[in-house]
Antibody
Framework: EVQLVESGGGLVKPGGSLRLSCAAS????????MNWVRQAPGKGLEWVSS????????YYADSVKGRFTISRDNAKNSLYLQMNSLRAEDTAVYYC?????????????WGQGTLVTVSS | DIQMTQSPSTLSASVGDRVTITCRAS??????LAWYQQKPGKAPKLLIY???SLESGVPSRFSGSGSGTEFTLTISSLQPDDFATYYC?????????FGQGTKVEIK
């Protein structure tokens, strides 16, 4: 069974930092590009960042560039998102999502999400 | 950046209805478009990829069409399990963008 399990969310003050993790199982993690997608309360989906299967290619949305860092450890089947200089507008459920192969065919697998709340 | 505009934002329909949701891109994205279904408190689920390819396990009542800047998701006969929010997603220049979503409600 495919599983993506996010962790590391919580309450943090503006300007603070948080590191999210996503543990993968049930599929060949190293064959998938991985992504973070977030959803603010009551709002739509927003792509945050992508990392290729071998970490060779990394991309960020403009809204998080310079503040967030995506990384992965294929030996541990894990994806990470280091979030620094957090703002109130970063408050959201953060999902990790996997996409097979190189062609942009959508995100096949999703985790259940972890809530990040940025508030004083 | 490419903007994705979905219409309508909300749709009221009955079981058995044929439902169509439109997604327009601010510039051509070829066929790099996916559709997702999301239910409250749950992660999105991939329905359609590359504009018209049905994801494995997704019922055949779902179909997608279009290319360039205009795309549609059609549910041929709405079922009780289909009441949810639907999002389109485009890929261009190493970035993904979602539409704002279409909520399909019970009429």
């Amino acid at each position: 069974e495919v599983q993506l399990v996010e962790s590391g969310g919580g309450l943090v003050k503006p300007g603070g930092s948080l590191r999210l993790s996503c543990a993968a199982s049930g599929f060949t993690f190293s064959s998938y590009s991985m992504n973070w997608v977030r959803q603010a309360p009551g709002k739509g989906l927003e792509w945050v960042s992508s990392i290729s299967s071998s970490s060779s290619y990394i991309y960020y949305a403009d809204s998080v560039k310079g503040r967030f860092t995506i990384s992965r450890d294929n030996a541990k089947n894990s994806l990470y998102l280091q979030m620094n200089s957090l703002r109130a507008e970063d408050t959201a459920v953060y999902y990790c999502a996997g996409a097979f192969g190189v062609a942009p065919l959508g995100f096949d697998y999703w985790g259940q999400g972890t809530l990040v709340t940025v508030s004083s | 950046d490419i903007q994705m505009t979905q219409s309508p934002s909300t749709l009221s329909a009955s079981v058995g209805d044929r439902v169509t949701i439109t997604c327009r891109a601010s510039q051509s994205i070829s066929s790099w478009l996916a559709w997702y279904q999301q239910k409250p408190g749950k992660a999105p689920k991939l329905l359609i990829y590359k504009a018209s390819s049905l994801e494995s396990g997704v019922p055949s009542r779902f179909s997608g069409s279009g290319s360039g800047t205009e795309f549609t998701l059609t549910i041929s006969s709405l079922q009780p399990d289909d009441f949810a929010t639907y999002y389109c997603q485009q890929y261009n220049s190493y970035r993904w963008t979602f539409g704002q979503g279409t909520k399909v409600e019970i009429k």
